[in-house]
């Protein structure tokens, strides 16, 4: 016989349990955050000197902060200057069963004036001349998957359906994220745009690829240097993020596709 003094909580405890109506918690939403480049790779380098690779990292630990304290578990590919694979950065979030796949990247152009963000999602073939040249330059680092072995052939295929299942969904990621980010630059309309994406090709789960800023513009590049800027800017990400998920009345999930390991 329980003591008196126990007896009521833990009947308390028994009878929630027991009830229908008890609401399940449901698990935190979980994203996978890649910062681009890193060790030898450095991607595109500002006027003054600013690297795409620390930019791209020091973008995506201010975002992680900002995703947490929002209630999202967060993954992160490469938590220092070393290189990760192209073709794995997408298997770490698979692996990791996250529900949003997200690259940042730094753009460069050859106008010094042009500024502001861009929002890709996966294309399947070439897409357009601009978007096709953005995403030669972010797939230079990597390497050709092998084409002879009829397992690779078997994933590659795998890889295509996986993200086919998710295009539509990207597409409403990327658009959210894009009407944030056109606020924060003050932009009237910059629409959101397909290329080839190599580290966006295996990813089993909605996933876009975030040109956060044109660090070949001077005062573009000094504002990544700006801690305030860049807790600024992982807001206004973490906003598109979450009107995301709110526009899919929080039922956008990961969904169980094999992919290959």
């Known amino acids: 016989m329980l003591p008196r003094i126990l007896l009521i909580p ?8 027991q009830s229908p109506n008890t609401p399940v918690p449901s698990p935190r939403l979980k994203i996978a955050l890649d910062a681009g480049h890193g060790g ?17 990292l020091s973008i995506v630990r201010e975002l992680s902060a900002s995703l947490g ?9 490469r938590r220092d200057d070393t290189f990760v694979p192209l073709w794995d950065r997408a ?3 698979n692996e990791a069963g996250a529900d949003l796949f997200i690259s940042i990247h730094l753009n460069a152009a050859r106008a010094r004036a042009a500024k502001g963000s861009e929002v890709y999602f996966l294309s399947l ?5 601009d978007a096709a ?7 230079a680092g990597a390497d050709a998957k092998p084409s002879g ?7 590659g295929i795998l890889e295509d359906m996986a993200q086919k299942a998710y295009l539509q969904d990207s597409e409403r990621l990327a658009v959210a994220v894009q009407l944030q980010l056109n606020r924060l630059g003050g932009i009237k309309e910059r629409g959101v745009k397909q290329a080839p994406f190599v580290v966006l090709r295996s990813a089993a789960m909605p996933a876009v690829l975030v040109e956060s800023a044109l660090i070949s513009n001077r005062k573009e590049e000094a504002k990544l240097k700006d801690k305030a800027f860049l807790k600024k ?6 906003t598109g993020i979450r009107r995301y998920f709110t526009g899919a009345a929080g039922t956008v999930r990961r969904k169980a596709i094999a992919t290959s390991k």
């Open 10 to 17: 833990f009947l308390s405890l028994l009878a929630w349990g």
């Open 91 to 93: 298997k770490i979030a």
């Open 133 to 139: 040249s953005v995403a030669a330059l972010e797939n």
């Open 149 to 155: 072995d009829a397992n690779a052939v078997v994933a």
């Open 69 to 77: 304290e929002a209630g999202f578990d967060v993954v992160l590919v």
């Open 40 to 56: 030898d790779d450095t991607g595109a380098k500002g006027p003054k000197g600013l690297l795409e690779k620390d930019a791209a």
């Open 233 to 238: 800017l992982a807001a206004t990400l973490t």
């Open 125 to 129: 073939d070439r897409g357009d001349e």
